[in-house]
């Protein structure tokens, strides 16, 4: 893993082995930038960094530039993400000096949710490229000040980049590939798709560990807190590479308090994942119910966050 000074904060403490928390922050279905100042007080010391969303599942939403420009304000380390689903190369690149301008140097790399699965299904994707070939272009950027063409800027863009993996798509061995070309064009940290199948995480997690993959990356598990177990069955059954096991919707729809017990279980999951080599922090995705976040990262003892994290205020969960 890279062993220069850490750029952002994310990456100081991972780079010293402290267990991360991140969380992710979708923006307004308008143009409501408080809405991020709000989502942002249930981040604020209680994670170490909040990811940005880019027109998540295809929906349109606003833009993630100016939202993480925002959060950053309130006092939150941000992190943007950047599909190529909606930019060709031109795009992410502008959007990319626009962070990095403005201060902001965590950039998750993806290729995006396919445009037919959201609320404009008669768009035409971009896809001018893909999540490797984008980092790989995002390193160079970053690391040689060079535009994808190879044309020279003025000025340094120091980037922590992120990808994405999904231990749960088969084939297995196609995983682990994609993960090695991720890193070999110079990834810093993955995020995985949202587990709730601890086994097959571990089959995944195991073939990674064989090839070394975990010593060369920082791996973000990911944690899905669902309200209610119709949310895990439209999970189940609507989003491609999500496994839900039957036992954890029985037990949603027999909880007396379902919100009471999603916490509970996203605790669960953060004690079983903190404990996995190869493991550097969990990424929580509370798909709009961000006020989760403090109570879930409170009872995990995962308090308080690494120095220069501001201090949590006093935040109820509602």
Same mark, same amino acid.
């Given at each position: ?55 998540? $599942? ?169 309200? $209610? ?84 205020? $006093?935040?109820?969960?509602?």
């Amino acid at each position: 893993m890279n062993a220069k000074p850490p750029r952002t904060h994310l990456e100081r403490v991972l780079q010293e082995r402290r267990f991360s928390i991140t969380a992710e922050v979708g923006p307004a279905k308008g143009p409501n930038l408080d809405l991020i100042r709000k989502k942002s007080v249930h981040c604020k010391g209680y994670v170490d960094a909040a990811f940005i969303t880019d027109n998540q $599942s295809a929906v349109v939403r606003m833009s993630p530039v100016p939202c993480a420009m925002v959060l950053k304000e309130c006092g939150v380390e941000p992190v943007v993400q950047l599909t190529c689903r909606d930019r060709n190369r031109m795009a992410l690149q502008s959007e990319m000096l626009a962070m990095v301008g403005a201060g902001i140097h965590n950039l998750l790399c993806l290729t995006g949710d396919h445009q037919s699965l959201g609320n404009h299904p008669m768009a035409r994707g971009v896809f001018d490229l893909d999540s490797i070939s984008f980092i790989g272009l995002a390193r160079k950027f970053a690391d040689e000040s060079r535009f994808f063409n190879g044309e020279q800027f003025k000025g340094a863009a120091p980037l922590f980049l992120g990808g994405a993996a999904n231990p749960f798509a088969p084939p297995l061995h196609a995983r682990v590939v994609r993960l090695q070309k991720k890193i070999a064009n110079g990834v810093d940290f993955i995020n995985t798709q949202a587990i709730f199948d601890l086994p097959m995480f571990d089959t995944w997690l195991e073939a990674i560990k064989k090839e070394g993959l975990h010593e060369k990356v920082y791996i973000l598990a990911g944690i899905v807190p669902a309200k $209610s177990a119709r949310a895990l069955a439209f999970m189940k059954e609507s989003i491609s590479g999500v496994f839900v096991p039957d036992g954890l919707i029985t037990r949603m729809e027999q909880a007396k308090n379902p919100e009471d017990e999603a916490i509970n279980w996203a605790v669960e999951m953060i004690h079983e994942l903190k404990n996995r080599e190869g493991v550097a922090g969990v990424h929580l995705m509370p798909v709009m119910w961000e006020a989760a976040i403090p109570e879930i990262v409170t009872r995990a003892g995962l308090l308080p966050r690494p120095e220069s994290a501001p201090q949590p205020e $006093s935040v109820a969960v509602r």
